[in-house]
């Protein structure tokens, strides 16, 4: 076994020690919210938005982005899990920012058009976010009844801005 995944366990047999409560905690988040936002590990929104576990849906990618897949995921927190209210949080120094689609296919070697993804840079953070947003308010399965909020955590500060 790897160091890390001994290092998991280990943490993860302490902490299902105290489970108990949690195992009644149910799928729609208490506070009937979601937050999508970047995978980059020096964000952590339970801690920035002062959540618990059950609190809210955490939908994290790649530059906090709205995705296909990201759509996907809040319409389901919406719909099946009663969500109303959406956050969608970026943050300054994105790797993300930082990057061209060509950069990231030549690391990959894709050539071939065929295979190429739109992998979601951006180069401006406020730009991206109103983007973000207006493609998320407008498609056509998310109810207008839906509030949504777009921020800019800071990576130096851990501070929320609000778009």
């Known amino acids: 076994m790897s160091e890390i995944l001994n290092e998991i366990l280990s943490a993860n047999k302490k902490y299902a020690s105290g489970f108990k409560s949690k195992s009644e905690l149910k799928s729609p ?77 030549k690391e990959f070697g894709i050539e071939n058009e065929s295979k190429k993804i739109d992998w979601l840079t951006f180069e401006d953070n406020k730009k ?16 207008d009844s839906i509030k949504i909020h777009g921020l800019i955590y800071d990576v130096k500060t851990g501070f929320l801005e609000k778009l």
């Open 128 to 143: 991206c976010l109103k983007e973000d947003l207006e493609k998320l308010k407008n498609h056509s399965l998310v109810p």
């Open 29 to 105: 988040p208490k506070k009937h919210f979601a937050i999508l936002t970047c995978m980059d590990a020096r964000l952590d929104p339970a801690k920035f938005a002062g959540l618990a576990e059950g609190d809210a849906h955490v939908i994290r990618n790649a530059g906090g982005r709205v995705s296909d897949d990201a759509i996907r995921s809040l319409l389901i927190s919406h719909k099946l899990l009663g969500t109303d209210e959406w956050f969608v949080i970026q943050h300054t120094s994105c790797g993300m920012c930082c990057v061209t689609n060509e950069e990231i296919d």
